[in-house]
């Protein structure tokens, strides 16, 4: 019997390898490995060292002046996502692609156009090579990773969520930019299978990873549903037990860890370096940390994808236990002598101030744009200077859920028309697009919800997409969508946006973020 052949790309990232190892080790009834594996991957040194033991294992020799190596069912494409050529080659006769590549946070926000071609361009590469391969468009299964940073701002009472909710990248965030627009490049395809998913935070058992000024740019009260790098490895790698006529397909997923990864971000801080036997509150300031303009929230659906995949299996404890395990000798015994000496432990937490202190008063911190008077920055993450400057000490009171205490009440958001009929009609449409300040231009429409409809938004725009992209992933008028961010502006006009946004800023706001504000940092 013919083996499935699975295409993966984005295989050296930290959920790209964990996929391709649970793949690799995937065996048949004969104990014969059960897929055949193309990868695409740069090629680096790290690369090729991280990949060694594979190529060796598939029985490959003299291959690094090769473009391409190819044995045992295992070829990998030493290329580059942007371009397309490189992306076909690997495309024939295959049946899954899993695509983990992106260029992610921080690298996103320091080289804005490499992540555009990276993670819009290639998308868009996938999808004509999966066409322009016979039959592929009816046969080839897509599943594509987006980002928990869709969402944006997720503060207070709507710290939980559930796909249909606004999208909103968050002023100056790249990334997430990149990740609504290709999640919209997928939505409307006409490819017959795919899935797309709204991946949280992967917690990655390396302390030093969180050590960018963009650690800063996170509010301590965000509530934070992580995933551990395992789960992550295993929710690609489950997908290829969904067959062809589960109600799995074409959807859009909320992909978090679950309960058990539930956490905020005060005391997964103080988790992380508590592990090292230092104080929190010696290390960093208060203000130091933005009061919005982020994202992370904990999922109210991800129990939806975890019900066909099955990958919980971690929780935070089991997160902490892997940072210690794989954590080098010389940081285990620091921390074993700071837990056991108030002064080295002093000592500890003043070194790891000024490190700290060093990233925040950097371009990218948060420090600098108070001090060099960095308005939009400020605007956008403390609402002002006034703000900032009344942030108090560590001795104050902590907003509600931080430190064991119980999260502000819940609030779930309105879609704008009536979520428990199962057969919408044609006034439903209508409700949803009046709620967002718009109106629905198509007088007939056949039932589906993937058919192709025109619209238009408060501001005249007119556009065409599918009931499912607006109801049931959360989308609207791709004109409006950033870059530029007149978020402000949008609120007024359009009440389903406006829940999310009047949560953490005031209708008196009245702020504009033009296309490439984010080149501040440059």
């Excluded at 998913?197 to 992580?226: A, C, G, K, V, Y």
């Excluded at 925040?360 to 703000?387: C, H, M, P, Q």
Aim: include cysteine; charged fraction near 25%.
């Amino acid at each position: 019997m013919k083996r499935e052949k699975v295409y993966l790309l984005g295989g050296s990232g930290s959920m790209g390898f964990e996929t391709f190892k649970n793949i690799w080790t995937c065996k048949d009834e004969s104990g014969n490995r059960k897929y055949d594996i193309v990868l695409l991957l740069r090629n680096s040194r790290k690369n090729q060292k991280l990949f060694l033991p594979y190529i060796r294992q598939a029985g490959i020799r003299f291959w690094k002046q090769q473009d391409v190596i190819e044995q045992n069912g295992f070829k990998i494409i030493w290329g580059d996502g942007r371009n397309y050529n490189d992306i076909a080659q690997g495309m024939a006769g295959v049946d899954w692609v899993l695509n983990c590549m992106a260029l992610i946070s921080p690298k996103a926000d320091h080289y804005p156009d490499i992540a555009k071609a990276v993670n819009i361009k290639g998308l868009e590469n996938i999808i004509r090579a999966i066409k322009e391969e016979p039959g592929g468009t009816d046969h080839i299964k897509l599943i594509n990773v987006g980002s928990i940073a869709q969402y944006g701002d997720r503060m207070n009472e709507i710290h939980m969520g559930r796909v249909g909710d606004p999208l909103m990248s968050s002023p100056f965030d790249v990334y997430s930019v990149t990740k609504i627009k290709a999640e919209r490049i997928l939505l409307e395809s006409g490819l017959k299978y795919w899935v797309q998913l709204r991946q949280t935070f992967i917690m990655i058992p390396n302390l030093f990873s969180l050590e960018d000024p963009l650690m800063f740019h996170q509010p301590i009260n965000s509530f934070m549903e992580n995933i551990t790098v395992k789960d992550a490895g295993r929710v690609m790698a489950n997908c290829l037990q969904i067959p062809e006529d589960s109600p799995f397909w074409r959807n859009v997923y909320n992909c978090g860890g679950g309960p058990a990864c539930r956490t905020n971000y005060y005391d997964f801080l103080k988790m992380m370096f508590g592990m090292m036997g230092l104080r929190l509150e010696k290390i960093f300031d208060r203000n130091w940390f933005a009061l919005r303009n982020f994202h992370m929230l904990y999922y109210q659906d991800s129990d939806k994808l975890n019900n066909y995949l099955k990958h919980w299996n971690d929780s935070i404890e089991d997160f902490t236990k892997l940072v210690w395990e794989k954590m080098p000798f010389f940081l285990k015994f620091t921390a074993n002598l700071c837990k056991k000496s108030k002064l080295v432990s002093i000592i500890a937490e003043k070194i790891a101030r000024r490190r700290m202190k060093k990233m925040v008063l950097s371009k990218n911190g948060t420090l600098n744009w108070y001090s060099s008077k960095n308005d939009l920055r400020i605007a956008a993450f403390y609402g002002s200077y006034e703000a900032f400057e009344n942030i108090p000490d560590w001795d104050a009171a902590l907003p509600s859920g931080l430190n064991g205490t119980p999260p502000p009440k819940t609030k779930i958001l309105d879609h704008g028309y009536n979520e428990s009929k199962t057969k919408l009609e044609l006034s439903d449409l209508q409700l949803a697009a009046k709620y967002r300040g718009g109106k629905l231009i198509s007088t007939s429409w056949d039932g589906e919800m993937h058919t192709f409809l025109e619209w238009e938004c408060a501001f005249g725009h007119k556009f065409e997409t599918t009931p499912f992209t607006i109801l049931k992933a959360g989308h609207w008028c791709s004109e409006c969508e950033p870059p530029d961010w007149n978020y402000d502006e949008i609120a007024r006009h359009n009440k389903f946006f406006a829940q999310v946004w009047y949560a953490s800023h005031s209708p008196e706001e009245d702020f504009y973020y033009p296309e490439r504000c984010y080149e501040d940092i440059f």
